[in-house]
């Protein structure tokens, strides 16, 4: 079975751009997570969609969206990008939303 | 949320016993201890999860003592590929929102 899978791997911004990250889920996963994960830190929480609806939101300001599909693949979405926004775009599905989740490796993010 | 404090770093050899111990005081009654690997440029991977006791499977195991303020993360017999962040978490009611923090880096040597 293929894993979580995320598109692109890599991309490279401008400030005050737009940016849309993929992901689809593990086949029966129901639930996607975003984690945004800066160099030497942990991965921080995003979102948490379940179903198609949003089922959790970490503190991040409202440039960050983020849907789910009714194939239960999801788009992150940040607009106006900032500097800051460089990190490592992890995400997870799983079967619902108390189960170990599955990491995808990850978009590299590089706004410049 | 329940804070977890887990030592910076690590260093083993190759075949040794690790075992990287957690501190989680203010652990509720329904939540969970989970343990995650993360290689560098790769997403976490789910290790082991438990609520009590000890709990095994074949590639860890997690030692819960019965106050349930700590836990430890046993890994048997460490090669070099086992060199990677391994964070310590806990979950409310076994729910997947996940707050990382820092986590341990372990190193193996040979």
């Known amino acids: 079975d293929a894993g979580v899978t995320q598109s692109p791997t890599h991309l490279i911004k401008t400030r005050g751009q737009q940016v849309t990250l993929r992901c689809s889920p593990i086949?029966?996963?129901?639930?996607v997570s975003w984690y945004q994960q800066v160099l030497g830190q942990g991965p921080q929480f995003i979102f948490q969609?379940?179903?198609?609806?949003?089922?959790g939101r970490g503190n991040f300001p409202d440039r960050f969206s983020a849907r789910q599909f009714p194939n239960y693949s999801s788009e992150l979405n940040v607009n106006a990008l900032l500097l800051g926004d460089s990190a490592l775009y992890l995400c997870?599905?799983?079967?619902?939303?108390?189960?170990?989740?599955?990491f995808g490796n990850g978009t590299r993010l590089t706004v410049t | 949320l329940a804070k977890t404090t887990q030592p910076i770093s690590m260093d083993s050899y190759e075949g040794q016993e690790v075992n990287i111990t957690c501190s989680h005081n203010?652990?509720?009654?329904?939540?969970?201890i989970t343990w995650y690997q993360q290689f560098p440029s790769q997403g976490p991977r789910f290790i082991i999860q438990?609520?009590?006791t000890k709990v095994t499977n074949e590639v860890a195991s997690l030692f819960i003592p019965a106050d349930r303020k700590s836990s430890t993360l046993s890994l048997p017999r460490v090669s070099l590929s086992d060199t990677a962040v391994y964070y310590c978490?806990?979950?409310?009611?076994?729910?997947?929102?996940?707050?990382f923090g820092t986590g341990t880096q372990l190193k193996v040597e040979l």
């Open positions: 086949s029966g996963h129901k639930s």
């Open positions: 969609y379940y179903e198609k609806e949003e089922r």
């Open positions: 203010n652990i509720a009654t329904n939540d969970y």
């Open positions: 438990g609520y009590k």
């Open positions: 997870a599905s799983s079967p619902s939303v108390d189960s170990p989740l599955h």
């Open positions: 978490l806990v979950l409310t009611g076994g729910g997947n929102k996940l707050t």
